[in-house]
């Protein structure tokens, strides 16, 4: 019942959709070998597989269905029933996750919550896992969000955060990349200063060589510059 319910009422939200073309249940792929539970088609030409999932699936067996969906040139989007162990694989392969309670006519997905930032974070080419992320990371501590299936939007991507979270993920990256923005800065001036520094001694007179010793005579074994007898116990120049 879950699953029969459940591919109807995305059918019926996928029509409401803006930009959608087409929406079809139960359609083959061009070479038969899968079949999506709703079949949509964008205004852009698009095509998008939405998959009302009831059961448990291996990693291969999601794999392997996830790879055919893209062979035909088909965006799968998952919607698990609540309490099933989806496999981690999906969030590998850069996907969300997505629940969906009949009863209440709610979707809900997990956010991934910021990472341990580790020692020069911020030269990190994805800055946004500092930060609350969607999709999640397949080994994040997650956070549950939830959220009406009608709020939700569909693209040519799949499934779309109602705007009011999207600005939830944005704050929270905002910050991280901020301050990793602070922290480039800092380095980059570090750098120029030391650049000028060897610049300006560069353009400074040189000193002169240290004056010949007379012969015998003692040298400063610091500045290697002559050195008065009295001084010949303690070895340098008294300010060297």
């Known amino acids: 019942m879950w699953h029969i319910t459940t591919k109807h009422t995305l059918a019926r939200w996928a029509r409401t959709r803006p930009g959608v073309a087409a929406v079809r249940l139960e359609q083959w792929t061009p070479d038969q070998d899968r079949r999506a539970d709703v079949a949509v088609r964008m205004g852009d030409g698009t095509k998008l597989a939405l998959e009302a999932q009831r059961m448990l699936m291996t990693d291969d067996g999601w794999r392997a269905r996830h790879r055919d969906y893209a062979r035909a040139g088909i965006v799968d989007v998952w919607f ?91 704050d929270s990256q905002r910050e991280a990349r901020e301050e990793a923005a602070n922290w480039l800065e800092s380095k980059a001036r570090y750098a120029r200063q030391v650049r000028e520094a060897k610049q300006r001694a560069a353009r400074e007179p040189k000193l002169s060589p240290p004056p010949p010793a007379p012969a015998g005579g003692l040298r400063c074994t610091v500045c290697k510059r002559p050195l008065a007898a009295e001084l010949a116990r303690a070895g340098p120049h008294i300010l060297c």
């Open 80 to 170: 698990w029933r609540p309490r099933v162990h989806f496999p981690h694989v999906v969030l590998d392969a850069g996907l969300p996750v997505w629940f969906y309670t009949p009863s209440k006519g709610l979707a809900w997905t997990a956010f991934g919550r910021p990472h341990t930032r580790p020692y020069r974070w911020w030269e990190a080419e994805n800055l946004s896992v500092f930060g609350l992320h969607h999709p999640p990371c397949a080994l994040d501590e997650l956070e549950r969000v939830s959220v009406p299936l009608g709020e939700l939007g569909l693209d040519s991507g799949g499934a779309v955060l109602p705007e009011p979270l999207q600005n939830q993920l944005h």
